[in-house]
């Protein structure tokens, strides 16, 4: 017996040790988890306080809180000839043009990234929200000085074909800048649109903390679409210029967009009317996905439209908005890599890749989408996504986003961020006239070009900037010249802080409604 019980006594306290030994394996397993989470959720918190600084880096004007030491003040007389105050706005990449149609995209982007992401900013002691809200009335500001009268929006501040022959800091200009404008006769709604957007959404990020500039932005917004919509017609072809530079490919998305972003601001249903009526019949497009970019606002646009849905805001008796939500999905669906429907349009190590011109702008802006829709899911207990049969979680949309973030952060073939001043490995020679030209340094126009041409690395750095990004065989060069890899652009910059701003905490969910 004294044996028999010695044995059932041994064993007991074998199984006690066998327990505690399983439960500290889960318990170890799950700290890891918690840990590796934590560490990443640090690393994009860390790259999003980068990133947002590549704005101060792009500002024009009087800078009187300069961040950046080896910027000035720039373009004070910018509008002078019309008797309008454009100086502040943001140059657009490397040069000293202020293009109005990408810079209304970013302060869009920017807004939207504030509205959904905003307390996620201020996450673990990052305190980056106030910094981004005044990144964004930079812009804004210029944007409301850019429209002076009803039916006249100034969309451009320089003359890009002189600039780019020139190689010099934008504080060392001193020729007069000439101004471009649409019109009533020069129409360009898909600028005025995307203005009227950029507005839309912008108000609502001030409402709270300055009613009246928030109405102001929203009275401003509602006309610039009154003028989109009666005066129909593609700003490149009233400004030709635009063509080299930024053309733009149509306006009806532009329309759908704004018409989108301006009952997001008011609840007034004939902006939802627009974009369910005979517009969204001519323009929507619906179940073709697209590539959400600078020119091309229809992604943007059914995202958003989908989350009116996923709120259950309006009735959809007629089924229009859901037209958008399955639009939107087969976005999705393409984006992730093992769906059914998962698009060819990547590199070998899975980055989303369109164009080699700027090809980080598809990969960011696709991810950046991808958590947002992401995200509604979550907040509306959608917990489903189905793919021609297969069934996706709110979580493979936020891996998908995930990979391409890390890609961007390092984790790709040449071990390098294509983020300037983040991680150990960044480009040094990026295609950037502030940044290659010594602060001190007196140029002009033409002999500027030696810093152009320099072998050494940039003596100023663009904190930061974006890059263009790899080939579709990931390859870089790390090349002054090369402006198609190395150019940076502001509105890249807005998709990637709005994309790291999801990333930066564990959170998956949204406020229901807008301010």
Request: proline residues 3%.
């Amino acid at each position: 017996m004294a044996s028999q019980k010695s044995c059932c006594i041994c064993f007991a306290a074998m199984l006690v040790t066998a327990g505690l030994t399983v439960g500290i394996y889960f318990a170890v397993e799950a700290f890891k988890d918690i840990k590796s989470t934590g560490f990443a959720e640090k690393k994009y918190g860390d790259a999003l306080k980068v990133a947002m600084q590549f704005f101060d880096v792009q500002k024009s004007g009087k800078l009187a809180n300069n961040k950046i030491k080896w910027r000035g003040d720039s373009g004070l007389k910018d509008g002078n000839d019309a008797n309008i105050d454009l100086s502040q706005g943001m140059y657009d990449a490397g040069d000293a043009v202020k293009f109005g149609f990408p810079m209304a995209f970013t302060a869009t982007v920017l807004s939207w990234s504030i509205l959904e992401r905003g307390s996620r900013m201020n996450a673990n002691g990052m305190d980056l929200l106030k910094q981004a809200q005044d990144s964004l009335k930079w812009i804004t500001d210029f944007l409301v000085n850019s429209y002076p009268s009803k039916n006249t929006l100034y969309v451009q501040v320089g003359n890009a074909d002189k600039d780019h022959k020139c190689w010099q800091r934008p504080e060392s200009i001193t020729d007069k800048k000439p101004l471009s404008q649409v019109n009533k006769t020069s129409p360009g709604s898909d600028v005025a649109a995307e203005t009227a957007a950029a507005l839309a959404a912008a108000s609502m990020v001030f409402k709270k903390s300055d009613s009246i500039y928030s109405a102001k932005l929203l009275k401003y917004a509602k006309e610039l679409f009154a003028f989109a919509d009666k005066y129909k017609g593609t700003y490149s072809t009233s400004v030709p210029q635009a063509q080299t530079y930024y053309n733009s490919t149509g306006y009806g998305d532009e329309l759908l967009w704004a018409s989108s972003w301006l009952y997001c601001a008011t609840k007034e249903k004939n902006y939802l009317q627009y974009v369910t009526g005979q517009t969204a019949t001519d323009y929507a497009n619906w179940g073709n996905p697209s590539w959400f970019s600078w020119d091309n606002k229809l992604a943007g646009t059914q995202v958003l439209l989908s989350r009116v849905l996923f709120f259950g805001e309006e009735d959809d008796s007629d089924g229009q908005l859901q037209m958008y939500k399955q639009t939107a999905e087969t976005v999705m669906c393409g984006l992730l890599p093992n769906s059914p429907t998962a698009t060819d349009s990547r590199t070998e190590s899975g980055l989303i890749w369109v164009s080699e011109w700027n090809a980080l702008q598809h990969s960011v802006a696709s991810a950046f989408l991808a958590t947002l829709y992401g995200d509604y899911m979550e907040t509306s207990d959608n917990k489903e996504l189905k793919c021609e049969g297969k069934t996706f979680k709110p979580q493979d949309l936020r891996d998908f986003a995930k990979q391409q973030a890390d890609y961007v952060l390092g984790d790709n073939p040449n071990s390098m961020s294509y983020v300037v001043g983040y991680g150990s490995k960044f480009p040094k020679y990026v295609h950037h006239r502030g940044a290659s030209i010594p602060a001190d340094a007196k140029t002009g126009c033409k002999d500027g070009f030696k810093w152009l041409e320099s072998t050494q690395p940039n003596p100023n750095e663009a904190t930061g900037a974006l890059v263009g990004g790899p080939f579709l065989n990931d390859t870089y060069v790390d090349a002054r010249n090369n402006s198609s890899q190395g150019e940076p652009t502001t509105y890249n910059s807005a998709l990637l802080v709005g994309l790291l701003s999801s990333l930066a905490t564990s959170s998956q969910s949204v406020d229901k409604s807008f301010p």
